[in-house]
């Protein structure tokens, strides 16, 4: 089973249109939800780290939010500058990050 | 902005042979990392070091793997017989003790093996 799940896989929004990708997770010691953004041909670039609950952070257009099963991206007002693929990672314990599948986004001019 | 640095930006190379990515982290960093993703599927943690050593690796990281941090620049992964499954992005990354669970990632070495 996987501990990750990102939906939708794909997201297509038109400039201006606000909307929300979700990660859903079913670890059992949460220490740290994060989002990273990765451009074709690039590495994840780091977002956002989350650790509790009710936990919320805010970066430009972006919002993240962390309950105790998932959390959420959203993303108000997209430009086309917003285009990626958005991914989210778990750490259990240890060093190691967990990765979902990714949502990628699409906004249209 | 300083950023992490790999090389080269694309491998080829022929199965069985050895082949060696390399990577500078950002200088004040501390902890280094290996993350892998397969065309089409998720990004996939290999190995962690700190301290000039392994701190931890996953299931993928066998003995084909190996981690060296040859100088006090450069953290190099090497697999000694590559297969045709090594084929991937491999990314590099690194963090400094303190900056919490900030990592910074390079762009790449995309393997191919043929």
């Known amino acids: 089973e996987d501990q990750v799940t990102q939906s939708p896989e794909a997201l297509r929004l038109q400039e201006g249109e606000s909307s929300s990708l979700n990660c859903s997770y079913t670890?059992?010691?949460?220490?740290?939800l994060f989002w990273y953004r990765q451009d074709p041909g690039k590495g994840p670039e780091f977002l956002f780290t989350?650790?509790?609950a009710g936990e919320e952070k805010e970066k430009e257009r972006l919002k993240a939010t962390l309950t105790k099963k998932e959390s959420f991206l959203h993303i108000t007002a997209p430009k086309p500058e917003d285009s990626a693929t958005y991914l989210c990672?778990?750490?259990?314990?240890?060093?190691?990050?967990?990765f979902g599948g990714g949502t990628r986004l699409m906004v249209k001019p | 902005e300083p950023e992490v640095t790999q090389t080269p930006s694309h491998q080829v190379t022929q199965m069985g042979q050895e082949v060696i990515l390399r990577c500078v982290p950002i200088?004040?960093?501390?902890?280094f990392y290996w993350y892998r993703q397969i065309l089409g599927q998720k990004v996939e943690f290999l190995v962690s070091f700190y301290n000039n050593e392994i701190s931890e690796k996953s299931e993928i990281f066998d003995d084909q793997f190996s981690v060296e941090r040859p100088d006090g620049s450069n953290f190099t992964l090497k697999i000694r017989s590559t297969k045709l499954e090594d084929s991937a992005m491999y990314f590099c990354a690194s963090r400094t003790a303190t900056g919490g669970e900030k990592l910074f990632f390079g762009s790449g070495t995309q393997l191919s093996v043929l």
């Open positions: 200088s004040n960093h501390l902890y």
């Open positions: 989350l650790y509790s």
């Open positions: 670890v059992s010691g949460l220490r740290g």
């Open positions: 990672a778990v750490r259990e314990a240890g060093n190691m990050l967990t």
